[in-house]
């Protein structure tokens, strides 16, 4: 056997996310249903964590193993011909038995992108179009008070099953974006991009909504700080749509791809 | 009667087009369906010319005479509610009766989109993924012999209706453009951008594909020269798809719009 890393970018739209559940379609199944149909096998996939429904990756990383001879540079274009277009392999590389795509994700980066201004720009599909104007320099020092370690309850969803909910976040930036269509002659894209040794559930998107809240005014970057130390669900902003966040990059010790 | 006109943008694949045709669905006929709910005129709307199946417009320019007391600062945010989300009124603006968008449309710009890799991009719905290596430089050269006033009958589909093929090219620029979701590392996206004073039935889509040709090493720049000259259109390339072309912007005399 040996045990095969991939690389792997999706649109999330048309799937209920990355993990395989019964009766929904995920990118997980896909994948499996990929391999299967390359190599017969039915491979026990691990992906270095979950993504939610809506919700795009650029950098998601997948482990598995296999007796398959396939080579493994053969492995990107073998997949892609079997993947629907909204899924694709990026790059592949044989890792040792014992990695895991899970287990040994040190660190990983997300993205959220915000259309602000009145006008919706019709060629942004991966954006959260909000129309009242944003303050990126306040939601930016308000993201500040988020990095180092800290309980993230009041930022994560009630679902969550995790015993811990103390997460060390090592940076966050709130930057405008130039967007390649913009038509309103100033920037009308907010990049957020987060980092941190791991992120719990629907953790970026209330962060998101929360700093968004900081950046029309209703709230202030200290009130950011009280919602932090209350360990309160209640206090921070409502979870904000899927369809503005990626899974950036996930960095790993030991493996870096080739492309 | 007032004049108005309208800077438009669209994602045009839903759409068989800009022009009114009976029994498929138009931008233009979602343009009069969202004014009439406005002000229960059926306008007889001018667009700054049509745009085919499946292409799509950051600045398509349209004008219609209204009788409405709608303030013009306020006709894109209304429109916008009417009309579905792959369409959207960027500006709006009140131009002299005698104002007409296609004819004294001056100078037009369109831009296409190549993403040139072996591995599909999933966030760049907006292109047309050509796999083979390309020589941008050489696309680029060949494109300079397209500059001036020329007859472009090799460049027209043969379903051309115009007495005459002859255009003039004021610019056409063929670049590496950095692509916002780039996983390859390196330059995975080709803009190829063309300005003149008109442009016929297919024209951009048919340059494209033969530059093409040339970028892969099949033509050379001198054969771009040659079929140029011999005005037969079996001589070109095929007919690129509609997904990677943006009708970007119309220039006026007298139009500028305040946005």
Excluded at 3 to 31: D, W
Excluded at 198 to 211: A, E, H, P
Excluded at 213 to 222: F, I, L, T
Aim: glycine letters at 6%.
């Amino acid at each position: 056997m040996r045990n095969i890393a991939m690389l792997v970018s999706y649109e999330g739209t048309a799937y209920h996310g990355f993990q395989i559940q019964p009766e929904r379609v995920t990118v997980q199944q896909r994948l499996v249903e990929a391999i299967f149909k390359l190599t017969g096998e039915k491979a026990h996939l691990h992906g270095s964590g979950r993504t939610d429904a809506g919700v795009h990756a650029r950098g998601q990383v997948i482990s598995f193993q296999t007796g398959s001879t396939i080579p493994t540079d053969r492995w990107p274009a073998a997949m892609n011909t079997e993947l629907p277009s909204d899924i694709s392999i990026v790059a592949a590389q044989e890792v040792p038995l014992a990695f895991h795509a899970r287990k040994q994700a040190r660190r990983k980066t997300y993205r959220y992108y915000i259309q602000n201004g009145r006008i919706p720009n019709v060629f942004l599909p991966y954006v959260f179009h909000y129309p009242r104007p944003l303050d990126v320099e306040r939601m930016h020092a308000a993201a500040q008070l988020l990095t180092g370690e800290h309980d993230f309850t009041s930022f994560c969803s009630r679902k969550s099953d995790k015993a811990s909910h103390i997460r060390t976040i090592y940076r966050a930036d709130c930057v405008w974006k130039p967007s390649p269509f913009d038509l309103s002659g100033k920037s009308e894209q907010i990049e957020f991009s987060i980092t941190g040794n791991g992120f719990l559930y629907n953790m970026v998107r209330i962060i998101v909504s929360t700093l968004i809240q900081v950046g029309d005014g209703r709230k202030s970057p200290e009130d950011l700080l009280f919602i932090l130390q209350q360990r309160d669900r209640t206090l921070a902003g409502p979870t904000a749509p899927a369809k503005g966040l990626f899974l950036w990059e996930v960095q790993y010790d030991e493996l870096h791809f080739d492309i």
